[in-house]
């Protein structure tokens, strides 16, 4: 299947279960798949027959700027169902929101989650 990729996108939010993630933030990055035909859109140079990922782009952003949760659980969840959503040609989306600040006492580079989502 083919496949738009938008990698490293980088957000500031307020996600976390501590009180001091909440208050000062921090950055997170998300990677996204999207699966989708595109061949129409190839064949005919047609942004019609494809997604727009600046679009997407702003989805993802206003989901991770946005309301503050808990876990990045909630915040994967969250880009999965708005983008299967709101872009009918996506039938499956692989997410990854990576917290590479997030509050573990030691030496990481980086704590993640993924998940793939497929339309009902």
């Known amino acids: 299947m083919d496949c738009i990729k938008l990698d490293g996108m980088e957000f500031y939010g307020y996600h976390g279960c501590l009180p001091a993630e909440r208050r000062a933030g921090q950055a997170f990055f998300v990677d996204v798949r999207l699966y989708l035909d595109l061949q129409m859109a190839g064949l005919h140079d047609d942004l019609s027959a494809t997604v727009n990922y600046a679009e997407v782009f ?58 793939t989502r497929k339309r009902s």
């Open 58 to 115: 702003a989805t993802i952003r206003d989901i991770v700027e946005g309301e503050p949760v808990n876990l990045i659980e909630t915040v994967a969840e969250r880009i999965a169902a708005a983008i299967l959503r709101e872009y009918p040609p996506v039938s499956v989306i692989d997410v990854t929101v990576h917290k590479p600040s997030a509050p573990i006492p030691g030496k990481f580079r980086d704590a993640a989650v993924s998940l």
